[in-house]
């Protein structure tokens, strides 16, 4: 079964719009998650890294005051989109890792959400 | 600067042929690979993990191999099947709970 989801998976809003994706960690508690998106015929790239508690790191041109992160509990991202545009329209998809071995899923791999589906009009 | 890369980007294969994917990194030091397909306009499936201590991962038809002191990763497919045809990411950890970095993919059409 799944260990991390993500809501909505998919998406369809206006230009001007803000939408907001949530990442959550369903069998364990993560003091950092990742957040990826995926242009079509592209492959993920990294957008930031959401801290629990503290605020996201994000990758070189990334503007942070468009893609709102917010990492407010141990099993909760969310990834806000401000002020949508149809250049927004994406594969939006988070990870995370458990901190230990224990309910069969392994501390070294990062665990996928089944990602957002954002298309913007 | 940390990176993936993967040839070929695209392959085409009649049905039941071997075939094998390359993935390449800079900076050996890696703390473990994986392998994943995704389906057109769909997530992630994971298919192997290798951790920088092992040279290979096996699952059913899949095996995976790792040589860290070229850099590089091999992704093999026996008796590859139309429902094969994927893309097949690479994706690079090279510290524990940390992002990984992806390859570009390769996309594999297998014809029946």
């Known amino acids: 079964g799944a260990v991390v989801s993500q809501h909505p998976s998919r998406v369809i809003c206006k230009s001007g719009t803000s939408v907001k994706i949530e990442c959550r960690s369903l069998?364990?508690?993560?003091?950092?998650m990742f957040w990826y998106r995926q242009f079509p015929k592209q492959s993920l790239m990294l957008m930031a890294t959401?801290?629990?508690?503290?605020?996201?790191?994000?990758e070189q041109g990334v503007e942070k005051d468009k893609f709102l992160i917010n990492h407010a509990s141990l099993t909760l991202s969310t990834l806000t989109v401000t002020s949508a545009h149809p250049e927004d329209s994406s594969f939006y998809i988070c990870?995370?890792?458990?901190?230990?071995?224990?309910?069969?899923?392994?501390?070294?791999?990062?665990?996928f959400g089944p990602g957002t589906r954002l298309t913007v009009t | 600067k940390q990176e993936v890369t993967q040839i070929p980007a695209a392959l085409s294969v009649p049905e039941g042929e071997n075939l094998v994917l390359n993935c390449s990194f800079t900076d050996s030091a890696i703390y473990n690979l994986q392998w994943f397909r995704q389906d057109p306009g769909k997530g992630l499936t994971s298919l192997l993990l290798i951790q920088s201590s092992q040279r290979e991962q096996t699952s059913g038809r899949l095996n995976a191999s790792l040589d860290k002191s070229s850099g590089r990763s091999t992704l093999y497919i026996a008796a590859s099947q139309p429902g094969d045809s994927a893309t097949y990411l690479c994706?690079?950890?090279?510290?524990?709970?940390?992002?990984?970095?992806f390859g570009p993919g390769t996309s594999l059409s297998v014809i029946p």
């Open positions: 069998d364990f508690q993560a003091t950092t």
């Open positions: 990870s995370a890792s458990p901190p230990s071995l224990a309910g069969g899923l392994s501390p070294w791999e990062q665990y």
């Open positions: 959401s801290n629990e508690g503290s605020k996201a790191t994000y």
């Open positions: 994706a690079v950890s090279w510290t524990s709970y940390d992002k990984v970095i």
